[in-house]
């Protein structure tokens, strides 16, 4: 029969699981594993039904997400794993037939009347082999973003611009962030290096 594997529960501290023996190992003893919250039905779901966060920009992503994006497993393996396994829902974008996140509608279109009539997902998704390489750059709704919303105007794109400038100014990149991500969202690439787009 399959393996059994030990318990894990996850330590506060990062948020990470450990099985019994690392938790008497770091702590020299077991009161802390004792408050330990329990890892899901006793052991964590397989590699490749885990949700793992991104720390560059807060995310949940899968393990094929991950080596899609990054070309490898190493961020992958250092990334805290999500506990809520219930997987987030997801939702079919009738724009190009992929499965996204209530907040990827959101940070797509500005709002949740597209994800209201999106259709639920059905089955988990397909391993996704041959997406293209530029799948997840950095932004968890890529290309698809260009068919959607109508484009706004050159005036109002520059204003765009201009307020990200202003931001970045004054150091306020948080904000310069979220402008850029907005263009991004039309299908508006920056380039910092000549201030064009």
Same mark, same amino acid.
């Given at each position: 029969? !399959?393996? +059994?594997?030990?318990?894990?529960?996850?330590?506060?501290? /990062? $948020?990470? !699981?450990?099985?019994? +023996?690392?938790?008497?190992?770091?702590?020299? $003893?077991?009161?802390?594993?004792?408050? !330990?919250?329990?890892?899901?039905? +006793?052991?964590?779901?397989? @590699? /490749? @039904?885990?949700?793992?966060? /991104?720390?560059?920009?807060?995310?949940?992503?899968?393990?094929?997400?991950?080596?899609?994006?990054? $070309? $490898?497993? !190493?961020?992958?393996?250092?990334?805290?794993?999500?506990?809520?396994?219930?997987?987030?829902?997801?939702?079919?974008?009738?724009?190009?037939?992929?499965?996204?996140?209530? +907040?990827?509608?959101?940070?797509?279109?500005?709002?949740?009347? @597209?994800? /209201?009539s999106a259709k639920k997902e059905e089955s988990p998704p397909p391993p996704p082999q041959q997406q293209q390489q530029q799948q997840r750059n950095k932004s968890p709704t890529p290309a698809r973003k260009e068919q959607k919303k109508q484009l706004p105007t050159d005036e109002e794109i520059s204003g765009m611009c201009q307020e990200r400038q202003d931001a970045r100014g004054k150091r306020d990149y948080k904000k310069a962030d979220k402008i850029k991500a907005e263009l991004r969202g039309m299908g508006i690439k920056l380039d910092d290096d000549v201030r064009r787009w």
């Open positions: 029969g !399959a393996k +059994q594997e030990p318990e894990r529960r996850v330590d506060p501290t /990062d $948020g990470k !699981a450990y099985t019994k +023996q690392e938790f008497e190992e770091c702590y020299g $003893g077991l009161d802390e594993w004792d408050k !330990a919250k329990r890892v899901g039905k +006793q052991v964590l779901p397989p @590699e /490749d @039904e885990q949700l793992r966060k /991104d720390p560059s920009d807060g995310r949940c992503y899968t393990k094929a997400d991950f080596v899609e994006c990054y $070309g $490898g497993t !190493a961020e992958w393996d250092k990334a805290e794993i999500v506990m809520e396994m219930e997987m987030e829902e997801r939702r079919i974008d009738p724009a190009d037939g992929k499965l996204y996140t209530k +907040q990827d509608f959101m940070d797509c279109y500005g709002g949740t009347a @597209e994800w /209201d």
